[in-house]
């Protein structure tokens, strides 16, 4: 079984702060991870996936998030926040051998104030 | 390129009635799978199916249902509809259904039952 853990279901930054939004993965096998954002009444956008390439990984709109096994961790971090960047962020792994059907985490909405 | 379709985009219902949701799959996608998302919560997984067969389900009764065509697109059935099912449905599309194939989500259909 496997599943993600997000803390936080909420986060506030000011514009410019740096964004980290925390995700914590479960699984038996090595996990593939992957971070999607979903704007209001939109469906979900993927940031970035972790494919067991590289620990490091870079998105789209300048997100990054590493891979940490020791940590079973997969934080997502942006060093300057956008207004644009408010949206509702998930975390979501898929396992070795069993197909791209997600598990997402309950998600944290990221509110960006002036 | 099209992206993933849905339709409709709003659909209220009444409790014991059937419904059927629509989705368009990516061109050139072979793979759809399908995501309840209830208010406040992340997407769950209900089932996929890939060139036309199911390829896995999730932890949901048999009164959801599903088909994939010929053309790839796909149907979402559900029955005897309960309140609880009121939700956001999404539709992804992925190329291959291998462990890191990213999927790509449409904008949803929104169900309420009442």
């Known amino acids: 079984a496997q599943s993600v853990t997000q803390l936080g279901s909420h986060v506030s930054v000011s514009e410019g702060a740096l964004v980290l939004l925390r995700c914590n993965y479960s699984?038996?096998?090595?996990?593939?991870l992957f971070w999607y954002v979903q704007y209001p009444n939109q469906g979900l956008q993927l940031l970035l996936k972790?494919?067991?390439?590289?620990?490091l990984v870079k998105g789209i709109n300048g997100f990054e998030a590493e891979f940490k096994k020791s940590e079973t961790s997969f934080h997502l971090t942006k060093p300057s926040a956008h207004m644009s960047d408010a949206a509702e962020y998930f975390c979501a792994v898929s396992s070795t051998g069993g197909g791209n059907k997600l598990t997402f985490g309950t998600g944290t909405q990221l509110k960006v104030e002036l | 390129e099209t992206g993933v379709t849905q339709s409709p985009t709003h659909l209220i219902k009444t409790r014991g009635q059937q419904v059927t949701l629509r989705c368009s799959s990516q061109?050139?996608?072979?793979?759809v799978s399908w995501y309840q998302q209830a208010l406040g919560q992340g997407p769950q997984f209900i089932f996929q199916y890939y060139r036309e067969e199911e390829n896995g389900r999730g932890n949901f009764p048999p009164r959801f249902s599903g088909l994939q065509f010929p053309n790839y697109s796909s149907e979402l059935n559900v029955n005897a509809l309960e309140l609880d099912d009121s939700a956001l449905y999404l539709c992804a599309s992925s190329l291959l259904k291998t462990d890191t194939d990213t999927q790509y989500f449409g904008p949803g259909t929104r169900l309420t039952v009442l």
């Open positions: 972790y494919t067991s390439a590289a620990t």
């Open positions: 061109s050139g996608h072979n793979t």
């Open positions: 699984s038996s096998v090595p996990p593939y």
